[in-house]
């Protein structure tokens, strides 16, 4: 941030302020300076003139000392206590300023100087209210000063009135054209109402005028960067650095690009270096990011540590982010004492943990639907007004068209990879019926080259890159090919672009797949669901209707192959006999209350092993040594290497006896794969969407009868099957029998497509949305 000249260098010539009433005052600072000391017969003029040449050479102590002496020999001069109020709001002494001000305005209360420093000082005291009062009795005295102008406008942005903060520097502007810093100042405040090409524009006029201030490039920076414009982003952001290696704002900027642009390296020592310049609480939580990405847990761990440490409210996310970053290490100490926190801060409506992963810890669609209704108030909506503007102007309607033969889809998402979403949409994306819809997809995050990127690029009618584009680009785009539903795959995961959808890509917009949640708010129309996933009386906790399809939500590509291939057990790394329990959810997914079912049924299962997902070294020790604590030997938990190859990884699944789920987050992709291969499943529901999505996967392969009612019975049923090698293997024969239709990528497609019917069908006679297919539910 600039400073706004509150010091002696923008304090005025009082030449031209008439004189007024004494009043009596006395020196704060002793007098100890020889030029000082002697000159007891000097005439008032030559004191105050040996003042300001003290004060100019900035030697403020001695000049305070003269002023003094200035005050007490001329008690009714109103331009000593001015002057002196400036040599002590330069020292910092700001409440001796703020008495010295207001007496110079009592002797002259058409001191204009006078109240334009006071607000000056007020401001900094923290006094807004009162430094605006200032400047404007300032303006009234003289509305051509630009620099009232300036610093008022410094205020009004302080206190978040940005508009009238913007009409402040544009009157300091107007009356003075070269004053690069109103010309900085305007551009920040377009850049908070997100007015980014007008800030931009500022931020060059003042590097016209003073090519050396390296906020300008600061600035300059991040307009470029909100523009997609990475590559000139980046080399202002070095130019800023280059010419202030200690501004922390560039190096929080371009962390925040390079770990956009996957290099976490980078991004890694900007935040660090901004953490050890000013250490904040948000600092070290980006840091902690990068370090995850990097997979130096501990490190991560650490640093979120610490940013609760200077934030203990754990605003920003602050709480979710620093939880799942210990639940990813399988660190479980203080779990229970950040799950109240969590769910109180979420119920108070403060932002502290992102909806994500609040479904991941705490089953409850009533505090989920909160979570995203605070991330639609806390973000998306105040991020969004300047484009809404925008787009009114470039696209007023652009939200109906004539009917056609074919409903226009678009499917956005930055997974169309080897990702969960990208595996399992494939076989859809190719089996939609082209003589009745047109489809395209809008691709960003991160970019891929992987054979699964490759075949989806041929998926989609046209698949367009829109990773380069703004929010506004991309639903300018989408209109402008008439898009009539448009799909979000991402929800509020990784790489998610919801202003898009809050913007109105199209007409019709649906929330699928990728979030197994409401996005709370009434930009999204529909959630693609089922009869499970959301039963009927559950419907209250979502934002959207849901549109229910037979069988089971969750699409699979059927041509998703299995590897022409028997593992051995000792291949594998198992034990040749015995009874093996898999669990391939992801580490965070793994609670203390789960796995304390998990033991106890190891415990009660002689030479049984429990093969699970290797994540890290960290989560192999951790989940040894609780293992330990619960009476289990950690060797008898088996951690699984990453395959080669999908088809090989699908293939060893086999090697499992029974699939022991999560919860309250289920295994979703994880569980179809398992299903796939032929390997019995156990869940329990919740309430939620993510605690239901297994329960959903065994009502369509037809094996209700390992969805259990209770964690009691969860216990139960694993233990009996552990125990009946002849009924285990008769659910394994039928789920060989029964398995089809979930694995049916056309049947799917085709249901999906009549809901989308039904869906475009409705919104063409002008009703609004409503639950579709709703007899479907439970």
Known sequence: MLSKLRDLLKSKNPASQPQSTPVSTVSDSPITDSLVSAPILASWDELFQQAQTLQQQGQLEQAIALYGKCVELAPERAEAYYKRANALNGLGRLELALADYDRAISLNPSYTYAFCNRGSVL????????????????????????????????????????????????????????????????????QKLWRNKAALESFERALALNPAIAEAFQGCGVCLHRLKRLEPAMAAYNKALALRPDLVAAYVCRGALFAETDFFGEAMNDYLRAAELEPEAKYYQSLAGCLTKLKRFDDAVASFDKAIELDPDGENYLFGESRISRMSLCLWDGLDEDLERIDRGVRERRPVCNPWVLASTIDSPELLRTAAEIVVEDQLEKFCVEDRRQLAEIAPTPLSRPRSDQIRVGYFSSDLRAHPVGLVTAGLFESHDRAKFDVTAFAFGPKSSDAVAARLQGAFDRCIDVRDKTNLEVVTLARELGIDIAVDLNGYTAHCRPEIFVLRAAPIQINFLGYPATMGAGFMDYLIGDGVVVPREQQRHYAEKIAYLPGCFFPFDSNYTIADRNFTREELGLPSSGFVFCSFNNSYKILPAVFDRWMRIMGRTENSVLWLQQ????????????????????????????????????????????????????????????????????????????????????????????????????????????????????????????????????????????????????????????????????
């Open 615 to 778: 994540a890290n070294d960290a989560v192999v020790g951790n989940l040894r040594k609780e293992a330990q604590k619960r009476g289990i030997d950690g060797g008898r938990l088996i951690f699984a290497d990453r395959m080669p190859s999908s088809g090989d990884h699908l293939a060893r699944l086999r090697a499992a006896d029974l699939f022991l789920d999560t919860f309250p987050y289920n295994a979703h992709s994880t569980a179809l794969d398992f299903l796939w291969a032929g390997v019995p499943l156990l869940t329990y529901p919740g309430a939620t969407f993510a605690s239901r999505v297994a329960s959903s996967l065994l009502h369509a392969v037809g094996l209700p009868e390992l969805i259990a009612s209770s964690p009691a019975q969860y216990e139960e049923i694993a233990l009996g099957l552990a125990a009946d090698p002849a009924r285990l293997g008769e659910l394994r024969r039928k789920l060989a029998d029964s398995r089809a239709p979930l694995f049916d990528t056309k049947h799917y497609t085709k249901n999906l497509e009549a809901v989308y019917e039904a869906i475009y069908e409705r919104y063409r006679s002008g009703a609004p949305p409503a639950h579709i297919n709703e007899h479907l539910a439970t």
């Open 123 to 190: 401001e900094r005291l923290g006094r807004r209210d009162e430094a605006l009062a200032s400047y404007d009795r300032a303006l009234e005295l003289d509305p051509k000063d630009a620099l009232t102008h300036y610093n008022r406008g410094s205020v009004l942005k302080d206190l978040e009135r940005f508009e009238d903060a913007l009409a402040s520097y544009d009157a300091a502007i107007g009356h003075n054209a070269n004053h690069a810093e109103s010309h900085v100042n305007r551009g920040n405040v377009l």
